[in-house]
């Protein structure tokens, strides 16, 4: 029996692709507009089918391929907050949101999956998409449900809340249930970056990771009209702080042998994160390779929907779709 199929628009590093892809589907076409990010995804997977393109100027009927596809995967840009509205970049993300749901009417899949902030969700400021989505799927035959996923519940080491929208075909909507949490304990930050803080032979990483005994914060990306990287808000900055790291940066290495680790004397005496120990904190395999400048590349790692998420979505989708998705994930196992 073949797989199910997929096709993934605003697909950044490929962490929902990925994470679909381990749950049994294969992609026929995965898109998105950012040169750093589609070299990404091809240098990872040089097999994909992956076009660089804005999903605003995408057009089905050139890319056939797109068409009777099992699922319409997305993870537009984060949509901004009322406190936000007036950015320069702001507006945009809503677009790319709406031009996902008028992309079902064109490729008509069996399912919709699209990912965003936690509020999207539920918050009164997003009920004019919600009703925009209510209004076009249903109208195709859809029927949907809104729920919040947090990464934490699925093994990614960082509480990472987010929205998920769920349409599928009218006569198969009823089989579908939002994935359960799969661990009961929490991955937390040391134990997820001991092993990569002392490969340089740092002496000390061992203590740091005792310390660095919580789940990460929400790892944010920012724009592009945005500076450089670093770990996120204030408040996820002074939540790092109490774990011996310095988030007002990324770092390019982990410590060496000499590193003197001790955050009383400032944020100099801190570890910093680097982006592939992010892209580790995102629940990416340390195989992936994030493509570009450092900046660009971190900024990739924030975006991206982790892989294990996606995983947990794609077999939710797929028990709905085929009643036993194991059917199409025989012989897969997580270290793939």
Known sequence: MSKLTFVDVCSGA???????ERAGFEPRLLLDEDNDAVTTLRANRPRWNVLHTDLIDFDPAE?????????LAASP?????????????????????????????????????????PGLAHSDEHQRFRDFARAELAHLGYEFTWFVMNAVDF????????????????????????????VQEPTTVGAALESSMASRGWRDAARWAAQADQPAPTLVGGSKNRGGADLGPTGAKRKWATMGVNAHTVGDQVPGPD?????????????????????????????WEISGRKTSRYRQVGHATPPPVGEALGRAVAQALVGDPAIFVAGYTSAT
Not at 14 to 20: E, I, K, N, P, T
Not at 259 to 273: Q, T
């Open 14 to 20: 490929g962490g929902l692709a990925l994470g679909l």
């Open 63 to 71: 890319h056939p391929v797109s068409h009777d596809v099992d699922l």
């Open 77 to 117: 840009p984060r949509v901004k907050s009322n406190a936000t509205v007036g950015r320069a970049d702001s507006g945009m993300e809503e677009r790319l949101l709406e031009a996902t749901v008028y992309l079902v009417h064109a490729i008509r899949p069996r399912a919709v999956l699209i990912e965003n902030v």
């Open 155 to 182: 093994g990614v080491p960082q509480n990472r809340k987010q929205g998920i929208l769920v349409a599928v075909e009218r006569q198969r909507a009823a089989a579908f249930r939002p994935p359960t949490p799969a």
């Open 259 to 287: 590193f003197v680790w001790d955050p009383e004397l400032g944020r100099d005496n801190m570890v910093k994160i680097t982006v592939e120990q992010a892209a580790l904190l995102q629940g990416f395999p340390e195989s």
